[in-house]
């Protein structure tokens, strides 16, 4: 099967699994998932799993990919932040739902692979760092949305602070090793509120110092 029938059928399974927004669905058309996956795993990049990439990341499941973009509600005049860059997909992802997205990485090689791939499909609308996430960008706060894609045990209190009014962050909580949930969380009027969406396994959020 060609990549481009592959294609439709991922599609066809996301609708079915709950993927309803259309901007979602066609971010996921238009961005090529085997550019972001590495050569071994390149004829299994339209399936609906997870895969192995550089320095033992994975790329994430195409479902929660499609499912966290679809639960940030990322509106087209939105600034939003993703932490976690890896391979690079679901920056990619957010950046033809937004207008500015930015994001950060701990391992310097995961992002240079990232930027490269940024500027052979032409999403200049990405701004990327090395540093460590958990900390945010306070120089570019606040956010309309953060979506954190490595799972911490606690919520970042600064990036709960650089959420706008408004705002939404999806992140993945749990304990390394055990069970964890997607969490939403909301501020309204200065206030955050938290609710669980569904279970999901990510590799853990490490706080400190990048790699050099
Ligand atoms: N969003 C990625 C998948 C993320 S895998 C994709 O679409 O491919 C999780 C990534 O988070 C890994 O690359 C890991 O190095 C990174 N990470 C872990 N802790 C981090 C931190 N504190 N700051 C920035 N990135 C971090």
Known sequence: MKNEARKIRLIMELRRSG????????????????????DPFKDQAYENTALPIKLGQTI????????????????????????????????????KLCRRLYTIERHGPLLAGAEEIFKQLRLHNITAIVADGSRGWPEQAPFDRI??????????????DQLAEGGIMVLPLGAQGGDQDLIRVTKQDGKTREESLFPVRFVPLVAGEVPS
Do not use: N
Request: charge should be negative; aromatic fraction near 2%.
């Open 60 to 95: 994430s499941q195409p479902l929660v990919v499609a499912s966290m973009s679809q639960a940030l509600a990322v509106g087209e005049r939105m600034k939003v932040l993703e932490i976690g860059t890896g391979s690079g997909y679901q920056a990619a992802v957010l950046a």
């Open 147 to 160: 979506m954190v894609t490595a799972a911490a045990e606690t919520v970042p209190e600064k990036l709960a």
């Open 19 to 38: 993927v309803t927004d259309t901007r979602v669905l066609s971010a996921i058309e238009r961005i090529p998932r085997e550019i972001f996956v590495p």
